[in-house]
């Protein structure tokens, strides 16, 4: 079966622009969360979709939006990039409890 | 919302002792306390994880002990191996009509051949 996949894997961006991160879970999977992993903070929960819909939302400003479509593959949009948005972007696809993290997507903003 | 503290943020150990982190949490009905393992580079993976009807978790090194009245859970790490050296999170999680993970901030495990 194959794991969470994100895309891209690297994204060097200039500050003010937007981004689009994607990321596939596992087949079956309903619920994808996303998380920034900052060295300084470790790993901070963005919001979580399930069957398109968001369920949970972290503290991150409106810069930072989602979506799910029907086939459980989810967006992240960030707008009006700040330097402080350099960052590793995971998501992870659960079934139940256990939590399947991707890769990630490195952020770079310059 | 949930609040989880998690100590210490570094941790050097030689090779061959044993590694603790602990952490702590601030929703009494958070009941599920998973630990993911990132290394270097890759992705964080669950290495063990405890529910809140059990005390404590038994995988061959790892251990993870639970108290429910104070709030805390800690991992245990016996005979530890350079291979351990990792970044270990803990998290807090409650399931129910909604779930809702929360992460610690994570400890840095160094094991010193």
């Known amino acids: 079966k194959a794991g969470v996949t994100q895309t891209p894997r690297y994204l060097i961006k200039t500050r003010g622009q937007q981004v689009t991160l994607s990321c596939s879970p596992i087949s079956g999977h309903r619920s994808v969360s996303w998380y920034q992993q900052t060295p300084g903070q470790g790993l901070q929960f963005l919001f979580e979709?399930?069957?398109?819909?968001?369920?949970n939302k972290g503290n991150f400003p409106g810069r930072f939006s989602g979506r799910q479509f029907s086939n459980s593959r989810s967006e992240m949009n960030v707008s009006t990039l700040e330097l402080g948005d350099s960052a590793l972007y995971l998501c992870?696809?659960?079934?139940?409890?256990?939590?399947?993290f991707g890769q990630g997507t490195r952020l770079t903003v310059v | 919302g949930e609040n989880v503290e998690q100590h210490p943020s570094t941790l050097s150990v030689q090779e061959g002792d044993s590694a603790v982190i602990k952490c702590t949490y601030s929703d009494s009905a958070s009941n599920y306390f998973p630990w993911y393992k990132q290394e270097l580079g890759k992705r964080p993976q669950l290495i063990i994880d405890i529910r809140s009807n059990v005390g404590e978790k038994k995988d061959q090194r790892i251990a993870v002990t639970l108290n429910k009245t104070a709030k805390h859970f800690s991992l245990h790490i016996t005979e530890t191996q350079p291979e351990d050296s990792a970044v270990y999170f803990c998290a807090a999680f409650l399931s129910g009509g909604y779930q809702k993970v929360t992460f610690g901030i994570g400890t840095k495990l160094q094991v010193i051949p």
């Open positions: 992870a696809s659960k079934v139940n409890t256990e939590a399947f």
């Open positions: 979709y399930f069957s398109e819909t968001q369920r």
